[in-house]
């Protein structure tokens, strides 16, 4: 008897595995087709990037929309995950499985993983994304599913190809499951990819934080300032915020997964980009749905309107200059003065791709930020639902989904929430007067580093420093302001 929970782990076990079923076929080989491809500009792609090396497309303005038809087959009938890589630029692509009525698949919400494949690399059409279907049901054996390409501008379309599968499925470009990405000829042994499996969240992790969150965000009352600190309203518990600027999930099964992984790297607040309302002004319910998404892993959500970036390869540990050769720079790039006893917080902040120092923003603003007391620090951009050096085509220099950055996140966030680093004391206790402040008449404190490039024109120009009058830059390095 003490075997039969062990023999009944294993042949359950067996019975997963052999029920485990991952179909992939490419686009480019359909049993029936009235593709009509490009003869010189459409179909020019880099098929390098392509799964089995091309494509199936259609282009043609004075001819029907282009269809391909496909033979599945599933070992057992079922439910299954479908995911397709196609082209999601402008495009109107649908799919019929066996008798049922034509469906569209959404690409504005659902692409994952674009590249730009146009042969000669410009911007235009001739992009490729994955995107998830839904789920879908297929009968044992033989099955058929087809394609529409239907677009407004010649019916223009392109199927790289289409995945189902009883497991959860992730896409990795033309990577199929299992397999690994190849090292570049250039890297030594002792490089490897950095390519982990999906995250199943098992009660197993070592570094899962989301002990550190609410169940439910909000759940000891709203977010108040108290004594210069944010504070659980009910509670008056202080809390810090380790924060990222997203999130990247478009529908509501991806939010809810991208928020568990917030979660377990230590992320207790969200701050979403774009207004909260439509085009008239009126409450946009999807997207107020979209920042309680985050809710229910503990995470608060904060809006803002505005962005802004730069990027400078340098060390902040090395305190290097901008320019190369120049003297040692001393400025602190996460200095967080606060003011009027108020809460703090630095509301972008990241070390930028390529710099090939990034590694050291995880631990240098949790270190620095529970120095200084700050009370919020939002990390830029949430991206990628998963590890990818560039999820997002346009975001590529910001990404936060890579290890340098999300994979340092569990020990940065212990440090800095738990206040691993202790507060320092009052270097500097300025007083300001509030008409110079509103004029920008600037402060003694430094702000070379508080500014990127687009803010830093705001400021005004021209003012010439008196020995005595600029407050020494190393106090943000060793207490507060």
């Known amino acids: 008897m003490k075997f039969v929970p062990i023999a009944g782990f294993i042949v359950s076990l067996m019975m997963s595995i052999a029920h485990a079923e991952t179909i992939w ?48 087959t599933a070992k057992d009938g079922g439910k299954f995950e479908f995911w397709v890589r196609a082209n999601p630029t402008a495009t109107k692509l649908s799919f019929r499985l066996n008798d049922a009525d034509w469906k569209p698949i959404e690409f504005e919400k659902n692409a ?50 289409f995945v189902l599968s009883t497991e959860p499925f992730t896409p990795r470009g033309i990577l199929k499951p299992g397999e690994t990405p190849k090292a570049s000829p250039s890297f030594d042994k002792d490089w490897f990819a ?13 570094i899962d934080l989301r002990f550190l969150n609410e169940k439910v965000a ?47 790297y230590g992320v207790n607040l969200v701050r979403l980009h774009g207004p909260m309302f439509d085009k008239r002004g009126e409450v946009d319910p999807a997207k107020i749905q979209r920042a309680f998404g985050c809710r229910n892993e503990g995470e608060f959500s904060e809006w803002s309107m505005r962005d802004g970036h730069s990027w400078v390869d340098r060390s902040a540990l090395r305190f290097e200059s901008e320019e190369p050769g120049k003297p040692a720079s001393f400025v602190h790039p ?32 949790a270190a620095f930020g529970a120095l200084q007391d700050s009370d919020c620090i939002v990390h830029f951009a949430k991206d990628g639902v998963d590890w990818s050096v560039k999820p997002g085509y346009f975001m590529q220099p910001w990404t936060l989904t890579a290890p340098t950055q999300l994979g340092q996140f569990p020990a940065a966030a212990l440090i800095y929430r738990r206040g691993l680093v202790k507060t320092g004391d009052v270097m500097a206790d300025v007083t300001l007067d509030v008409e110079d402040l509103l004029k920008l008449g600037g402060t003694p404190l430094p702000q070379d580093a508080a500014f990127d490039e687009l803010r830093l024109k705001d400021v005004s120009q021209g003012t010439t420093l008196k020995p005595g009058q600029r407050t020494d830059p190393l106090v943000h390095y060793v207490g507060r302001t």
């Open 25 to 72: 076929i490419e686009g480019e080989k359909p049993a029936k087709s009235t593709m009509n491809r490009h003869p010189w500009w459409y179909d020019q792609v880099k098929k390098d990037q392509l799964s089995g090396g091309d494509w199936i497309s259609n282009f043609a303005e004075k001819k029907p929309a282009g269809e391909a038809e496909y033979s599945v």
């Open 112 to 161: 994952r993983d674009a590249a730009n494949i146009a042969g000669d690399g410009k911007l235009d059409l001739r992009f490729i994304a994955w995107a998830k279907v839904g789920s879908v049901e297929l009968k044992r054996g033989a099955n058929t599913i087809r394609f529409r390409m239907h677009s407004d501008n010649s019916n223009h379309g392109g199927l790289d190809c």
């Open 194 to 206: 950095f390519d982990p499996s999906a995250d199943k969240f098992g009660s197993s992790s070592a």
């Open 218 to 264: 909000g759940e000891q009352g709203f977010i108040a300032a108290k004594d210069g600190h944010f504070v659980h309203s009910q509670t008056d518990e202080p809390v810090r915020f380790w924060a990222v600027n997203g999130a990247a999930a478009k529908s509501r099964d991806e939010l809810k997964r991208e928020a568990r992984q917030l979660a377990k």
């Open 334 to 365: 996460a200095m967080d003065p606060k003011y009027d006893n108020k809460p703090s917080m630095i509301s972008e902040t990241t070390w930028n791709r390529p710099n090939r120092h990034r590694s050291e923003a995880p631990l240098y603003l």
